[in-house]
T-cell receptor, first 110, second 113 residues
């Protein structure tokens, strides 16, 4: 699976959009981009995933660049409860493990 | 409903004790997983069960013994653990296998004294 690079930490003001970047320059054609988050001392929570098209659900939007070498997770109106570690994971379609990197610590501040 | 439950929430055990962690899901998922997460580190895969059979063991020491009695239940039996085994143990499940989205439980916080 391709490796991902994320900033170690980011701050965001409450009510503003949080844009979390992820680089995955070695991604191959059949690899998906997954996003999970982990609020302190809880289990990881699935957020969203995508292959090449942008995706949106009730939690977030995922924007994948046309060359697929990077992506951005957007939380449109961040709240204090969105403070968490956000993991960007690239994994293949068939039988690939979920390998967590260090992630980005997002701190939402009032 | 994407709920995976784990019991107990917290567990303290001595190095000579035997204990078990339990994980349950009622989503009809056929793959279940155990992960271990040390403090300030990301989760690491330990075991994968697919259709109630162990399909992946990530070279985990034998003092950790997984069991999948049926498709909705996953246990992790612990025996003769070391203090360095203290961690958050996470269970996850997915519909069919590794290629599907995994949903995690809240974890069991284990302290080995």
């Amino acid at each position: 699976d391709a490796k991902t690079t994320q900033p170690p930490s980011m701050d965001c003001a409450e009510g503003r959009a949080a844009n979390l970047p992820c680089n995955h320059s070695t991604i191959s054609g059949n690899e998906y981009v997954y996003w999970y988050r982990q609020i302190h001392s809880q289990g990881p929570q699935y957020i969203i995933h995508g292959l090449k098209n942008n995706e949106t659900n009730e939690m977030a939007s995922l924007i994948i660049t046309e060359d697929r070498k990077s992506s951005t997770l957007i939380l449109p109106h961040a709240t204090l409860r969105d403070t968490a570690v956000y993991y960007c994971i690239v994994r293949g379609v068939y039988g690939n493990k979920l390998v967590f990197g260090a992630g980005t610590i997002l701190r939402v501040k009032s | 409903d994407t709920e995976v439950t784990q019991t107990p929430k917290h567990l303290v055990m001595g190095m000579t004790n035997k204990k078990s962690l339990k994980c349950e899901q009622h989503m009809g998922h056929r793959a279940m997983y155990w992960y271990k997460q040390k403090a300030k580190k990301p989760p690491e895969l330990m075991f994968v069960y697919s259709y109630e059979k162990l399909s992946i063991n990530e070279s985990v020491p034998s003092r950790f013994s997984p069991e999948c009695p049926n498709s909705s239940l996953l246990n992790l039996h612990l025996h003769a653990l070391q203090p360095e085994d203290s961690a958050l143990y996470l269970c996850a499940s997915s519909q069919e296998g590794l290629q599907e989205t995994q949903y995690f439980g809240p974890g069991t916080r284990l302290l080995v004294l």
